[in-house]
């Protein structure tokens, strides 16, 4: 593909669930999932991409980013294409509240693009998809 969403999403599948809602399978942007297990093959990613991330660590900002989204960004080639961000975080969390895209912005010089609530809520799916589309596709030069 032309360029790609990259995902992570914990066992509980919020993330993976929103990205469905997103039907990015009828655009010409691929959809890659970063590895849950330590032991899975490690993903490399060779293509401008939008990262989406939940928010972990109940507020520790040490601890917003998911270690599997820490390990893919810390491959240089992988840290080289990413586009944009976009994160998941739960308001209980307050200042912290979606931390990982605020920290992964910060560190690779991206744009934050979204943020959403958990699982989203209605409308937020077809949001980012189109913004998801809009960006990546007036992007593409970079």
């Not at 601890?63 to 989204?69: F, S």
């Not at 910060?106 to 809520?121: D, H, I, N, Q, T």
């Amino acid at each position: 593909g032309m360029s790609a969403l990259v995902y992570f999403s914990s066992a509980s599948e919020n993330t993976a669930r929103f990205v469905a809602r997103c039907r990015f399978e009828d655009t010409d942007i691929a959809v890659y999932r970063i590895p849950l297990r330590a032991g899975d093959p490690a993903l490399v990613v060779r293509e401008p991409y939008v990262l989406m991330v939940p928010t972990y660590g109940g507020g520790d900002p040490r601890k917003a980013v998911p270690v599997q989204v820490k390990r893919f960004l810390n491959d240089p080639g992988n840290r080289t294409w990413i586009r944009g961000v976009i994160a998941s975080g739960n308001t209980n969390f307050g200042e912290a509240y979606c931390a990982a895209g605020t920290i992964i912005a910060a560190k690779c010089s991206v744009p934050f693009l979204y943020r959403f609530e958990l699982m989203g809520m209605p409308g937020d799916a077809d949001k980012v998809r189109q913004g998801v589309i809009d960006f990546l596709t007036k992007g593409n030069h970079s």
